[in-house]
């Protein structure tokens, strides 16, 4: 079996040191164009925002997410609000 790659070992475990200890935190899944936003102490509720869509609650176990926290691309508050606001401005340039 080969070792997992994580492209940004950093960004990874800042994500997960915040899950684990129950501190809000906002990310990215850059290959899907999905941000997620994990908010405690809600029972672990994730949730998902893509690039043209509303806000949507997902599986913390889920594809999209197990990737963006492989990919370890933190974004702010800010950043996750605005996400598909920001898109929909950048395709309409």
């Not at 899944?29 to 609650?57: L, M, Q, T």
């Amino acid at each position: 079996m080969f070792p997992l790659a994580i492209p940004n070992l950093e960004g990874f475990d800042r994500i997960m040191d915040k899950i684990r200890r129950g501190i809000p935190c906002y990310f990215e899944n850059r290959k899907e164009g999905i941000a997620i936003k994990y908010v405690p102490p809600d029972n672990r509720e994730f949730y998902a925002k893509p690039k043209a869509g509303k806000e949507y609650r997902i599986k913390r176990r889920s594809k999209v997410v197990m990737e963006a926290y492989l990919e370890g691309y933190e974004i702010t508050a800010e950043e996750y609000d605005n996400y598909n606001l920001v898109n929909m401005n950048r395709s309409q340039t």
